[in-house]
């Protein structure tokens, strides 16, 4: 028996048609940077913690997702995940800071998430 979808406030299930995708979640990005960005306590926004802020947006619906009947573990085909536009997030509107690559290439916004939630999704 699967667990049932809750998806973060700022996130909600779309319908779609595709036969590839298990779900199709819309996250809110004027809802959810402002709300990412404080559980993180970051009060100095650059692109770095933007993107930090992005990786564990989706780790959470990724989190939401597992052990549902929409866990693309299981169902053998992904989900997608489509973020709203929210200009005031976009990164060339924000300093470089330490960079978009050290929170992905070097994984770290992996291990914020860690510390944040306890463990990884999958």
């Given at each position: ?18 036969t ?20 993180l ?45 929210a ?36």
């Amino acid at each position: 028996m699967s667990k049932e979808l809750s998806l973060p406030s700022w996130a909600s299930r779309k319908e779609s048609e595709s036969t590839k995708v298990t779900i199709v979640v819309d996250v809110n990005s004027a809802a959810a940077y402002p709300a990412m960005l404080s559980e993180l306590e970051v009060t100095d926004v650059d692109q770095y913690w933007l993107e930090v802020a992005y990786q564990c947006i989706k780790l959470d619906v990724q989190a939401a997702l597992a052990g549902t009947v929409f866990d693309p573990r299981t169902v053998g085909k992904p989900a997608e995940i489509h973020f709203s536009n929210a200009p005031e997030f976009a990164l060339v509107k924000h300093p470089e800071g330490r960079g978009t690559a050290a929170a992905t290439q070097g994984r770290e916004a992996r291990e914020v998430y860690k510390k944040l939630r306890g463990s990884m999704p999958f």
